[in-house]
């Protein structure tokens, strides 16, 4: 069975530009959620989208968005990249409730 | 606010011995919690998880202890093996969601 699969693994941007990161969930779980890691601020919840709809947010700007696909792939987006958003940005799958979330490997983003 | 506290930044045992790491939380709506391995630029391995329905829980080698009174988990792996050494992090759900709070993580180190 496929894990969670991150694109792309690595990224180098810059200051004021967009990204957009992917990430393709284990088969026939439905909830993906997305996580900023840095070494400031650990492990930090972005937002949760389960059936194409989000259903958690964190105390993100709105610089950060995100969407998902019907079949439950997900995008997230940074616009106007600023230093600070250097990070691995994890992707994580559920399959419901109650039940553990697994990581994808993440994508390195680098932002110059 | 951090919500969930690992209080040890590290913890060194040695190989064979019991590795204990410890959490602590302060929301009480908390009702699923988790305990995750990570390597550095990888994503997190779930490793075990309970509910707060239950004070334990085992899976081979991993123990996970809840007290719900005092708000403190605690991961137990017996014996400890060199594989083991990384960062481990305590994480806590609300409702079963995908929304995952996570401590600041412990780095196990196991020494030969």
């Known amino acids: 069975k496929a894990g969670v699969t991150q694109t792309p693994r690595y990224l180098i941007k810059t200051r004021g530009q967009q990204v957009t990161l992917s990430c393709s969930p284990i088969?026939?779980?439905?909830?993906v959620s997305w996580y900023q890691q840095t070494p400031g601020q650990g492990l930090q919840f972005l937002f949760e989208?389960?059936?194409?709809?989000?259903?958690n947010k964190g105390n993100f700007p709105g610089r950060f968005s995100g969407r998902q696909f019907s079949n439950s792939r997900s995008e997230m987006n940074v616009s106007t990249l600023e230093l600070g958003d250097s990070a691995l940005y994890l992707c994580?799958?559920?399959?419901?409730?109650?039940?553990?979330?697994?990581f994808g490997q993440g994508t390195r983003l680098t932002v110059v | 606010d951090q919500q969930v506290k690992q209080n040890s930044p590290s913890l060194s045992v040695q190989e064979g011995r019991i590795s204990i790491l410890n959490c602590d939380y302060t929301?009480?709506?908390?009702?699923?919690f988790l305990w995750y391995k990570k390597y550095p630029a990888e994503g997190p391995t779930f490793l075990i998880s309970?509910?707060?329905?239950?004070d334990k829980n085992e899976d081979g080698r991993f123990t996970v202890f809840l007290n719900k009174s005092a708000k403190h988990l605690s991961l137990h792996i017996v014996p400890s093996q060199p594989g083991d050494s990384a960062v481990y992090f305590c994480?806590?759900?609300?409702?079963?969601?995908?929304?995952?709070?996570f401590g600041q993580g412990t780095e196990l180190s196991v020494k030969p």
């Open positions: 989208y389960f059936s194409e709809t989000q259903r």
């Open positions: 088969s026939g779980h439905r909830s």
């Open positions: 994480a806590a759900n609300r409702g079963g969601g995908g929304k995952l709070i």
């Open positions: 309970i509910s707060s329905i239950k």
């Open positions: 994580a799958s559920m399959r419901d409730r109650n039940t553990e979330a697994f």
């Open positions: 929301n009480s709506m908390f009702d699923y």
